[in-house]
Nanobody, 126 residues
Framework: QVQLVESGGGLVQAGGSLRLSCAVS????????VGWFRQAPGKERDFVAA????????YYVDSVKGRFTISRDNAKNTVHLQMNSLKPEDTAVYYC???????????????????WGQGTQVTVSS
């Protein structure tokens, strides 16, 4: 059973930074594509960023490009999302998700991912 546990959320002022972490159990972590999604109240769960199993491929939604950076540490089974220059519209519950091989579908689609964490709240005040 694969488990994902997010941490690092909190309350921050606009312009501030947070670093989210996603700890993933499982011996085959290095084979997983890992993504971050977010869901604001009353809205759908949206793609934020993803990183391929080689870490050479990263993907971002346009609204976070240049502000957020996704990275992975395969030795520690952890993926990080460094979030800088935060805006009030970044406020949401952030979820990490893992996709094991075979990889099917788009990395931007929530339906591709097999495992999900419980989420961590990020609140950006203006």
């Amino acid at each position: 059973q694969v488990q994902l546990v997010e941490s690092g959320g909190g309350l921050v002022q606009a312009g501030g930074s947070l670093r989210l972490s996603c700890a993933v159990s499982g011996r085959t972590f290095r084979q997983y594509t890992v993504g971050w999604f977010r869901q604001a109240p009353g809205k759908e769960r949206d793609f934020v960023a993803a990183i391929g199993w080689t870490a050479g491929a990263t993907y971002y939604v346009d609204s976070v490009k240049g502000r957020f950076t996704i990275s992975r540490d395969n030795a520690k089974n952890t993926v990080h999302l460094q979030m800088n220059s935060l805006k009030p519209e970044d406020t949401a519950v952030y979820y990490c998700a893992a996709d094991r091989p075979p990889y099917t579908g788009s990395v931007y689609s929530a339906g591709r991912y097999d495992y999900w964490g419980q989420g961590t709240q990020v609140t950006v005040s203006s």
